[in-house]
């Protein structure tokens, strides 16, 4: 019998941090390629000191009721943890750890991908070219919206927000605003190029470009909905690399079935992977299936982030970053 703790990854890991993972814990994977059931969640909170959820993993608070449960600790695979009820795993004494700042700069990437793709209009003129459609260069082909020097709106100012304004600000000239929760002093937004407006509604109403990167869940359920989205400009652009429930996924159906904004690209979905029929059959959306975090580099740090995360807990030390 191994005195290492037992570990349980739910979906498999890049192949250099499973083997990190090896060396310290007793460790079990899941091999495979769905995620398991809640059934599964409940009986592996019952059977692991660790369990290393995903986003693809729901843990409501009825998984961790009950009592009878074995882990210590989970080691959420990613920063955002909506998908965790983080006090029921408080209450059943339960640790919780995210990765925060190394997918910062490969989210913010995938932002600035849908942002050039949707106005560029890069996803409709491939799907031309592939089908053989293209029937040659004409002054009024497929025109999209100028990017340089517009106005770029973010919603939730924390490190992808930041890293996302700077790409604008300095990469493409735009002007940036931002709402944030929390004030942020003026001067450290203006290291990324970018000034705080008072409230959502003042963000939507002068921004080309709306792109999203508070966490989901809680308040934040569809901050953009159709009142909202009836305030952004006729000819803007939505982006989200956040979470799908920040959107009210039919109001923004709706919107760009109607005009009311331009276009969307989005990277996340109100319930991944099952993305409305009526919005794969629009031509002014860029879809993305959860891309945000994906470059071997950062699916890399992302599990060693984990993996320190876990190892400080069972050696008794302050998990550098818990959240519960
Ligand atoms: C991750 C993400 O790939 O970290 C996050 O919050 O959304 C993604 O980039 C995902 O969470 C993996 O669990």
Same mark, same amino acid.
């Given at each position: 019998?191994?005195?290492?703790?037992?570990?349980?990854?739910?979906?498999?890991?890049?192949?250099?941090?499973?083997?990190?993972?090896?060396?310290?814990?007793?460790?079990?994977?899941?091999?495979?390629?769905?995620?398991?059931?809640?059934?599964?969640? !409940? /009986? $592996?909170? +019952?059977?692991?000191?660790?369990? %290393?959820? &995903? *986003?693809? @993993?729901? =843990?409501?608070?009825?998984? #961790?009721?009950?009592?009878?449960?074995?882990?210590?600790?989970?080691?959420?695979?990613?920063?955002?943890?909506?998908?965790?009820?983080?006090?029921?795993?408080?209450?059943?004494?339960?640790?919780?750890?995210?990765?925060?700042?190394?997918?910062?700069?490969?989210?913010?990437?995938?932002?600035?991908?849908?942002?050039?793709?949707?106005?560029?209009?890069?996803?409709?003129?491939?799907?031309?070219?592939?089908?053989?459609?293209?029937?040659?260069?004409?002054?009024?082909?497929?025109?999209?919206?100028?990017?340089?020097?517009?106005?770029?709106?973010?919603?939730?100012?924390?490190?992808?927000?930041?890293?996302?304004?700077?790409?604008?600000?300095?990469?493409?000239?735009?002007?940036?605003?931002?709402?944030?929760?929390?004030?942020?002093?003026? !001067? /450290? $937004?203006? +290291?990324?190029?970018?000034?705080? %407006?008072? &409230? *959502?509604? @003042?963000? =939507?109403?002068?921004?080309? #470009?709306?792109?999203?990167?508070?966490?989901?869940?809680?308040?934040?359920?569809?901050?953009?909905?159709?009142?909202?989205?009836?305030?952004?400009?006729?000819?803007?652009?939505?982006?989200?690399?956040?979470?799908?429930?920040?959107?009210?996924?039919?109001?923004?159906?709706?919107?760009?079935?109607?005009?009311?904004?331009?276009?969307?690209?989005?990277?996340?979905?109100?319930?991944?992977?099952?993305?409305?029929?009526?919005?794969?059959?629009?031509?002014?959306?860029?879809?993305?299936?959860?891309?945000?975090?994906?470059?071997?580099?950062?699916?890399?740090?992302?599990?060693?982030?984990?993996?320190?995360?876990?190892?400080?807990?069972?050696?008794?030390?302050?998990?550098?970053?818990?959240?519960?």
């Amino acid at each position: 019998m191994s005195s290492k703790p037992r570990i349980l990854l739910t979906r498999r890991w890049p192949a250099a941090v499973e083997q990190v993972l090896a060396e310290r814990f007793d460790v079990t994977l899941n091999e495979g390629d769905v995620p398991l059931t809640a059934a599964e969640l !409940a /009986e $592996a909170l +019952r059977t692991y000191d660790a369990v %290393l959820p &995903t *986003v693809s @993993d729901r =843990l409501p608070a009825d998984l #961790f009721a009950g009592g009878g449960l074995r882990a210590k600790i989970l080691g959420n695979y990613g920063v955002g943890y909506n998908h965790i009820d983080v006090a029921a795993a408080k209450a059943a004494d339960i640790v919780v750890t995210n990765t925060p700042g190394v997918l910062t700069d490969c989210t913010a990437d995938i932002a600035m991908t849908l942002l050039l793709a949707v106005a560029r209009r890069a996803g409709e003129g491939e799907r031309q070219v592939r089908a053989g459609e293209w029937s040659g260069w004409r002054p009024t082909h497929m025109i999209g919206g100028k990017i340089t020097g517009k106005t770029l709106g973010i919603i939730g100012f924390g490190r992808i927000g930041k890293a996302m304004a700077k790409r604008c600000h300095f990469g493409f000239d735009m002007d940036v605003v931002f709402y944030n929760r929390s004030r942020i002093d003026p !001067a /450290e $937004a203006s +290291r990324y190029g970018a000034r705080q %407006l008072d &409230t *959502v509604e @003042d963000v =939507l109403k002068v921004a080309d #470009f709306v792109s999203l990167h508070c966490p989901g869940g809680g308040e934040n359920r569809h901050l953009i909905n159709a009142e909202r989205l009836a305030l952004m400009k006729k000819g803007a652009y939505l982006v989200n690399t956040a979470r799908g429930d920040v959107i009210d996924e039919p109001a923004l159906i709706a919107a760009l079935e109607n005009g009311v904004i331009r276009g969307a690209g989005l990277d996340v979905f109100e319930a991944e992977p099952n993305v409305p029929e009526r919005l794969r059959g629009l031509e002014n959306v860029v879809l993305l299936p959860h891309l945000g975090s994906a470059t071997e580099e950062t699916r890399v740090a992302m599990g060693m982030k984990v993996a320190d995360n876990i190892t400080a807990f069972f050696d008794g030390r302050e998990p550098p970053d818990r959240v519960a």
